[in-house]
Each structure stands twice: as C-alpha cells, then as structure tokens.
C-alpha cells in the first residue's frame, strides 16, 4: 500500500532533469534541498494527497484514470492522469506551456517509495521513506 507519509531520501539525476524542465540554478539548487514529503491515502480509485516541502503546502485529490490539473512549485501547469499497472502507480501529465510530456511512475521497492520521472529524454528517480 501506498499509504502513509513519505519523506524524500535521496535522489538520482533530479538536477539534470529540473534543467531539462528549464528550472534555473538558483531554483535547482534550493529544489535539490526542498525536504519533499507526501502523504497519501487511497480509498479505492481515490486518493487524497499531501504535499510539503520548503517551497509550499499542497493539499489534493484525484482520482485513477481521470485528469487533474496540477501546478508545479514554480507554477508550470500540467494536466494529466494517475494510473495503475499491477502494483505500479503510472501517470501521464502534459505540460500545458508547451505541450511536452512527462511522465511519472510509483513503485514499492522493498521499505521505500521510488518516484521515476521522464520529461524530454531526461529520466530521474525521487526515493523516499516512510516518516
Ligand atoms: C501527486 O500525486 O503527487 C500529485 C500529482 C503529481 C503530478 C506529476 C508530478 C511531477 C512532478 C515533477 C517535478 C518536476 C520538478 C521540475
């Protein structure tokens, strides 16, 4: 289960992928420090989402296989879906700026959530633990 409070650990690549989404420097910088947590909780297709980090609070639902509109911290806008494949959370998001594609998958890998992220050629792995 995917439920529960995740904080973030470690991450792979994430600087490289943020400069591919054109994230400046500065903004790189504090992101690769943002002490990311996220709380969820599924009810059915349902979930409901906590987000926290140094740069905002966040509180959200969704609902699998349908499309929500969710802003990045820098306010870059993107519209698109969760969904499931076996154990696996995938989701699909448009960038509503210039209509490019990122991608995003959940895992459960062993005592650890492991968050991928594609965007424009450029993949990165978020891995958090329970908190
Ligand atoms: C959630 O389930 O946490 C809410 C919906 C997440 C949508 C996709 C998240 C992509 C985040 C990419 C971070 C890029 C930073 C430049």
Known sequence: ??????????????EKFMEQMGVNMVKRKLAAHDNLKITLEQTGD???VKEASTFRTL???FTLGVTFEYALADGTMLSGSWGMEGDMMKG???RKDNGKVLTTTRAIVGEELVQSY?????????I???G
């Open 46 to 48: 349902k979930f409901v």
């Open 128 to 130: 958090f633990k329970r």
């Open 59 to 61: 509180d959200m639902e």
């Open 92 to 94: 699909t998001f448009t």
């Open 1 to 14: 289960t995917y439920n529960g409070t995740w904080k973030v650990d470690r991450s792979e690549n994430y």
């Open 118 to 126: 594609s965007y424009d050629g450029v993949e990165a792995k978020r």
